[in-house]
């Protein structure tokens, strides 16, 4: 299993930023997959996750509104749309195997930092 997360980066808040995750070695269409989130000091938070076929999803209170998940299963790819992107969304994320990756450490990518300055 290899997930490579790509497009994260330093932004104002207020701003944008599509967080994407480039998984192989796996059927990627059959699994559900989540976004996990870990801020300095913090335990990892399950952000948002998404099921195989894309119908179900999930979000967590603190992001609903701002953040979109979504998937390409012909190219192995998840995605996560951040908008309007808040201080406290400074973390390392982590694109994860499965509905609550958040359990699973070992299911999740090498992360990316996203940082939200005020």
């Known amino acids: 299993v290899q997930l490579e997360e790509s497009g994260g980066g330093s932004v104002q808040a207020g701003g944008s930023l599509r967080l994407s995750c480039a998984a192989s070695g796996f059927r990627f269409r059959s699994y559900s997959m989540s976004w996990v989130r870990q801020a300095p000091g913090k335990g990892p938070e399950w952000v948002s996750a998404i099921n195989s076929g894309g119908s179900g999803l999930y979000y967590l209170d603190s992001v609903k509104g701002r953040f979109t998940i979504s998937r390409d299963n012909a190219k192995n790819t998840l995605f996560l749309q951040m908008n309007n992107l808040k201080p406290e969304d400074t973390a390392v994320y982590y694109c994860?195997?499965?509905?609550?990756?958040?359990?699973?450490?070992?299911?999740w990518g090498q992360g990316i930092q996203v940082t939200v300055s005020s």
């Open positions: 994860a195997r499965g509905w609550q990756g958040v359990n699973d450490p070992e299911s």
